[in-house]
């Protein structure tokens, strides 16, 4: 079984400064994991992931994001925040579930960036 | 390239009617799938296809829901009889081959509320 918690529901930034969302998973094979972005009123589009080559991924946007194993952490960070980030982030963990990978969601965090 | 598309946007219906809804995906991606997103909670996956056959299906309440993608492109995703809890974005989302290598796209969803 495979799960996600992205910790904090609600974060808020002042433009120009770090961003940072947390995501931890739980896993029990070897993880394929994702960040994805959703702006109001959309679907979902795809930041960034990490398949198992570099542990420091860069995504779109100024967006990137680490693997941890020993923390089994994939947090997302951007140095300086736009007012653009402004959305909803989720973290997302997908792993072998008898023939098919299956991707499974965490809850989202919204990010909101005051001027 | 044209993205996922999606139809109706929003509907509003009372409990115990039906409803149905559209998904057009990118040409030329195998894998087609429907999510619904709770208010507050990342998607949830309903149904997966590859082609037109059923690769998971085990998170759909199939004494309500059903959903085909006939000849391989187009789908549909049903709801008979439909309750309150069922209200939702419905998102569909397609990907070229297995999502470890390429990304899924989504559609812009199908908001819904049972009244």
């Known amino acids: 079984a495979q799960s996600v918690t992205q910790l904090g529901s609600h974060v808020s930034v002042s433009e120009g400064a770090l961003v940072l969302l947390r995501c931890n998973y739980s896993?029990?094979?070897?993880?394929?994991l994702f960040w994805y972005v959703q702006y109001p009123n959309q679907g979902l589009q795809l930041l960034l992931k990490?398949?198992?080559?570099?542990?420091l991924v860069k995504g779109i946007n100024g967006f990137e994001a680490e693997f941890k194993k020993s923390e089994t952490s994939f947090h997302l960070t951007k140095p300086s925040a736009h007012m653009r980030d402004a959305a909803e982030y989720f973290c997302?963990?997908?792993?072998?579930?008898?023939?098919?990978?299956?991707?499974?969601f965490g809850k989202g965090t919204l990010l909101t960036v005051n001027p | 390239e044209a993205g996922v598309a999606q139809s109706p946007r929003y509907k509003i219906i009372e409990k115990r009617q039906s409803v149905a809804f559209w998904c057009n995906p990118i040409?030329?991606?195998?894998?087609l799938y429907w999510y619904q997103q709770i208010l507050g909670q990342g998607p949830k996956l309903l149904i997966q296809?590859?082609?037109?056959?059923?690769?998971?299906d085990s998170q759909l309440p199939k004494d309500r829901f059903s959903a085909e993608r006939l000849k391989g492109v187009d789908s549909t995703l049903k709801i008979q009889p439909a309750k309150l809890e069922d209200s939702a974005v419905y998102l569909c989302?397609?990907?070229?081959?297995?999502?470890?290598?390429?990304?899924?796209?989504f559609g812009n969803g199908t908001r819904l509320t049972v009244t």
């Open positions: 989302a397609s990907s070229l081959v297995d999502l470890r290598y390429s990304p899924l796209h």
């Open positions: 896993s029990s094979v070897p993880p394929y």
């Open positions: 990490y398949t198992s080559a570099a542990t």
């Open positions: 997302a963990v997908s792993a072998k579930g008898g023939s098919n990978y299956k991707l499974t």
């Open positions: 040409s030329g991606h195998a894998t």
């Open positions: 296809f590859q082609n037109n056959g059923v690769v998971d």
